[in-house]
């Protein structure tokens, strides 16, 4: 190859790029949103006795952190973006909003601060998951709640692609295009999670694992939605994985 045909290094566009490309989604089904949310709500209680700080970290465009207000109400919910572009659509759709990233440095926040965090795929995207997982664990309070999601390697649907030769949904080759499987959306995925798996890192991880459910995925076509549903009552198998663990502490 000659100098000609390539680029600068520094010209090259990056991670940091894509994310900030106000192209690329940054929000997730109200499906996966209202799921999650209700089990944070039960997991917190009634805010008029005790009224909880939740950071919902990788908040995106807040569009996630509305749907679930009504079942938040009372509780104060603090977006957390690095994204410029995101926190600047956020702050349309929440009242607190912080930029902070997981990695160089760490999250502009203390130690112990939050009695829960939303994590809602994001950990698919990151490069050093542990790190992330780690910084997490260091916002909460001991006995906190995290309840991550991430779209499931080996939902119904990947089980058979697979076995056709075809490459899963949700995982991705290159940030510039779709190759080998179906859709349309490069989203910067570079981590997938089996069922099994997202519960043993997460343990691996210093978190306890109250349960593992799943979410039905917005992008599947209409006349498969009915099967997506039913697929949910088994997390295995279903679309999104929504995970709730624990900080171990006094109140685990």
């Not at 009634?46 to 996630?64: E, K, M, Q, Y």
């Not at 509780?75 to 160089?104: C, K, N, P, Y």
């Not at 499987?181 to 798996?197: D, N």
């Not at 006349?223 to 624990?246: K, M, Q, V, Y």
Request: with cysteine; charged share 20%.
């Amino acid at each position: 190859m000659t100098t000609t045909e390539s680029r600068p290094r520094q010209d090259r566009p990056g991670l940091r790029d894509f994310y900030e490309n106000p192209a690329v989604p940054v929000a997730s089904g109200d499906a996966r949103s209202l799921r999650q949310a209700r089990m944070l709500a039960a997991a917190l209680g009634p805010a008029r006795s005790a009224p909880a700080t939740v950071l919902d970290i990788g908040c995106g465009d807040g569009s996630a952190a509305l749907t679930a207000a009504p079942l938040l109400s009372g509780h104060r919910v603090i977006g957390v973006d690095w994204s410029q572009d995101a926190l600047r659509r956020a702050r349309t759709q929440m009242s607190d909003v912080v930029r902070g990233e997981l990695t160089d440095g760490g999250l502009p926040l203390a130690d112990g601060c939050a009695d829960a965090v939303l994590f809602s795929e994001v950990i698919e995207h990151l490069v050093d998951p542990d790190a992330a997982l780690d910084e997490l664990r260091r916002v909460l309070r001991p006995g906190g709640h995290l309840m991550l999601s991430t779209p499931n390697l080996a939902a119904w649907y990947n089980r058979a692609l697979l076995l056709a030769g075809v490459q899963p949904v949700f995982s991705e080759v290159s940030l510039r295009g779709i190759h080998g499987r179906p859709g349309s959306e490069v989203v910067g995925h570079l981590r997938l999670y089996t069922a099994r798996a997202l519960r043993e890192f997460l343990t691996a991880s210093g978190f306890e694992v109250v349960r593992i459910a799943g979410a039905p995925f917005h992008g599947v076509p209409r006349p498969a939605r009915g099967l997506d549903r039913l697929a949910c009552r088994a997390p295995s198998l279903s679309s999104i994985l929504l995970a709730h663990a624990r900080k171990p502490g006094p109140g685990s």
